[in-house]
């Protein structure tokens, strides 16, 4: 009898002792899957067009990995730029980065699309917010009374609004001049030219669609055909939205760019539709091909017809 109980009192302890080995393994393996899955994983969040002030409610964060888990999210979220433009659809999805696959997509003109869809929520949103910048500036302009006020005596978050767009004038007007939109087919057909439509290394590695440089090696992908004495990095983003959010404001910002800006200026002060195909005309310091990089964006905005995106209502 004694031996009866040595014998299942080990089985028991064997039995447990395989129990947590497997739970073990079983937890090792799913932490590595994990892991893996976070390397490559894209996440997602749906932002409502008409109700930009977000609560919980209002958005959804999930992950996918695939291009077609991509599509089926925006189909299941009834998005489309058509739909989009004629405000007929609520919901933005907003990707954090291209998918895995996305080089393999084919045809390329599918590759293309995809492209299209995933950046120009990003740009809308971006832009979306700036428009409700520009919207609480003026209304407190109007409050009081189209004065210009001391610095001194500005709400605070006002203060860290022209701090954030570079402007230490008290000229409210002067601010305005830089908390303004870029044409959504402007900034398109800027990202599908400077990462060849998603293909670069810098947009696959960095999330990088605009080509923006920094000089801080930690921030930034070298590029591999770099002259020696070049000291300059391709800045890379976190996501898409920061890659965007970083583009609006360096041309908001720069001082290469205030020529642009008073150009838009223009255009706002004639009640005229902010046209990216004659605003480009005033980017020529973007690129070191000058007019022949203004003649190119030119051709990406008349071959796909981007001018669409500028019209009517979507964002002016």
Request: glycine share 4%.
């Amino acid at each position: 009898m004694q031996e009866y109980n040595v014998t299942y009192k080990n089985l028991g302890i064997f039995l447990i002792s395989l129990l947590l080995i497997n739970m073990a393994v079983g937890f090792y393996n799913s932490f590595n899957k994990k892991k893996e899955s976070n390397g490559l994983s894209v996440n997602y969040t749906i932002k409502n067009t008409r109700i930009f002030e977000t609560n919980n409610s209002d958005v959804t964060v999930d992950y996918i990995s695939e291009s077609s888990e991509m599509i089926e999210i925006f189909n299941k979220y009834q998005f489309s730029i058509d739909n989009l433009l004629n405000n007929q659809s609520a919901n933005l999805v907003i990707f954090s980065s291209l998918p895995k696959d996305f080089m393999d997509i084919q045809p390329i003109i599918e590759r293309k699309r995809l492209f299209i869809n995933t950046l120009i929520p990003i740009i809308y949103s971006e832009n979306l917010q700036i428009l409700n910048d520009r919207k609480k500036i003026l209304d407190w302009w109007r409050e009081s009374d189209g004065e210009n006020f001391s610095r001194d005596f500005w709400p605070q978050w006002l203060f860290e609004l022209s701090e954030k767009y570079g402007s230490s004038d008290s000229n409210l007007g002067n601010l305005l001049v830089r908390v303004d939109i870029i044409p959504i087919s402007l900034a398109l057909a800027q990202s599908a030219i400077e990462s060849g439509w998603g293909t670069s290394r810098y947009s696959r590695e960095g999330n990088a669609v605009f080509g923006q440089y920094t000089f801080d090696e930690s921030k930034g992908l070298k590029p591999k055909d770099r002259n020696k004495n070049d000291e300059f990095f391709i800045k890379k983003f976190s996501n898409l939205s920061e890659s965007v959010r970083s583009y609006l404001k360096n041309i908001n910002t720069h001082l290469a760019y205030a020529d642009f800006r008073e150009e838009r200026k223009k255009l706002r002060m004639s009640g005229e539709n902010l046209s990216g195909y004659k605003l480009v005309n005033f980017l020529k310091d973007y690129s070191e091909r000058k007019e022949s990089y203004i003649k190119d964006v030119k051709e990406i905005m008349s071959s796909n017809n981007f001018q669409k995106y500028d019209k009517g209502n979507v964002l002016n």
